[in-house]
């Protein structure tokens, strides 16, 4: 008889959002009057830009002519967006990134879910608390993160590192080495950043210790403020030690386009062996490559139009962002996040837990957003909403919420 | 210090076609004046239907408007689409499938991979040889086939299943008793296929083992006789053993657009345990969803216009396999495969091995087909053509290969 992956069985209840989805569907089905506005889950509202229509027109009628029609991509994505990627977002930041190290993918959960894979099951892994639960999740699959205690709701062989208000949200060094730390700056689902300051210690630390740091920079074109840092390798020695994963979902509003990219430099080895090998044998063997008519959507971003247009697009929805973040904060809320991100992070009011504060604002206000606890322990007592909605239902919630 | 996935260095060398394209890149700088004719690897060469471009270009349209823009795809992919999949590739067929047992992804490869994913690595797994070198590679990657043997080129763990002239490409049942067995009909790369009593009689086999059925039918499009089974849930029982996987690839020209799916049937199980929820798992935790306008270029490949246009495409490559497949045999070949598949198998004249006529062809037609021996020792001695050239160039590639 066939075994099952058991790790599958050890993952408990399902995935956050499913669970908040059934919530809101059955209060609608109980109050079909009551308009609801979705300030949860962290998906895009405003359209393509027109740059990037454009493109992707050009790129259909190219796919219609037998003379232009393009059959399997290149296995790590076409040269001309690894080009425009290479150029914008590192050569112009002073990293040293080549295009060569730069794997194109149709998004940064698969990236982020998939990455774990080149890694042996015996590492351990290290997270800040709260984060996406894609990172801890997909390593219960491969079986790398030991027993759960549902009291804690903790892994036994996960090193948690809290970011609260107590520690402005910047997680410390373990003391415990691990092989692998994910971080993700601005965070998901917190909002907060770090300086470069603060990243480059854990550049250093993961270079002495000879750990490797998986770093998500899927909110990056979101950072307003100078000190922040918008790819990990604007520190130094981030080449021997880092992965970053990058996404197209946030910042050109490719949540249902599907675009992202992982860069592997070639100096990251465990003894002679290049990370970078590895990568581009699992893209070779498990993924045929993002569809060309996407990847041309992706040029697009990079082009003069597209990033003015998109500028502006960042733009609206950081309105947003200052929307909520003033609007709570005058309500009387503790409210982090939202400078640097388009997530606000509050504390809940009344020591409420984050799924009884869930609750209390689909109820009262109509608003959905997404409890902390989602997020890990210690997002307990917290709550995400999102600048992604529309200006006219962010503003109507904050005033919902403003009028509790 | 971290540690990588060791089963990675397993692997020998890199992947069949990568070499390929450096043999041809190295012949074509040595000889610039030679036309090369690639009937190498399976990569389609005719443009999208006029009414996968209409929709592609509707969709696209779609996502510059605020008010029809689609962000994140529900995790199984867009009802319209799965219905369309039950109707017409299930329901029509009489297969008892439903839409939510399909699964939409980015395409078959990937699932192809990804599947082995939700099984314990202490399965057994049993391949076809020759076949699509994807299953294998796989589950080296994971960790489930034994040591390497570099002489016979055959991994301890894995039960081999030949698939010769000598059976007819019939593979039988296996002696020893696998978790899983990958079936793909018609079969990539030897072009043949098995009648359903055949299918029956593995279907039978892996109910009363208790194995599970990895059914690969992206080719089912080129089917051309009545007695070969399009599903695998044609087959009385496969719905407690089978996972079917299909592609858009090769029916609709989506090599380059990408879009394929897996269905799990509810019925099947491990236990309590349905595989259907595993997957499901794995789909809502690692992937993020198909692109919105590749799905409805998707459904627009059951619209009437569409299923009118892709039957002409099909029948334009499988007139490629009748030249190929007629003027091979005239030529003295032994051929194989072409009449309800898109690639055509011959045996090596002259005892010469899979790379040595590669090089023969290449050097002397100026032809690039595929080495047997690349999907599996018992394709050694054999070559794969495929019938997705141009009608021109495969006319002119056989006039080529019968002149030799």
Known sequence: MFKINENY???????????????????SEANPDKEIIRLGIGDVTQPLAPAIIDSLHRAVDEMGSAETFRGYAPDLGYEFLRSAIAKNDYAERGCDIS??????????????GNIQEIFSVDNKIAVCDPVYPVYVDTNVMAGRTGIYDTGTETWSNVIYMPCTAENDFVPELPEETPGIIYLCFPN????????KEQLQAWVDYANKEG??????????????EESVPHSIYECEGARTCAIELRSFSKNAGFTGTRLGFTVVPKDLKCGDVMLHSLWARRH??????????????????YSE????????????????????YEGLKDAGY?????????????????????????????????VVGTPGS???????????????GSYENTAAAVERIKRL
Request: net charge negative.
């Open 9 to 27: 069985l050890k993952l408990p209840g399902s995935y956050l959002f499913s669970n908040i989805a059934k919530k809101v569907a059955a209060f």
């Open 99 to 112: 295009a060569d190290e730069i794997f194109v993918s149709d998004g940064a959960k698969c990236d982020s």
């Open 188 to 195: 998901n689902p917190t909002g907060t950043t770090i300086t």
């Open 211 to 224: 750990a490797v740091i998986i770093f998500d920079a899927a909110y990056e074109a979101y950072i307003m």
């Open 284 to 301: 070779g063997t498990k993924y045929n490559g993002a569809p060309y008519i996407i990847q041309r959507a992706g040029e697009a971003v």
């Open 305 to 324: 139009e597209g990033k003015a247009q998109l500028k502006e697009q960042v733009a609206y929805y950081m309105k947003n962002a200052a929307v909520i």
């Open 334 to 366: 503790d409210v982090f996040g939202g400078v640097n991100a388009p997530y606000i992070w509050l504390k809940t009011p009344d020591k409420m837990t984050s799924w009884e504060f869930f609750d209390y604002l689909l109820e009262k206000a109509n």
């Open 374 to 388: 989602g997020f890990g322990p210690s997002g307990e007592g917290y709550f995400r909403l999102t600048a992604f």
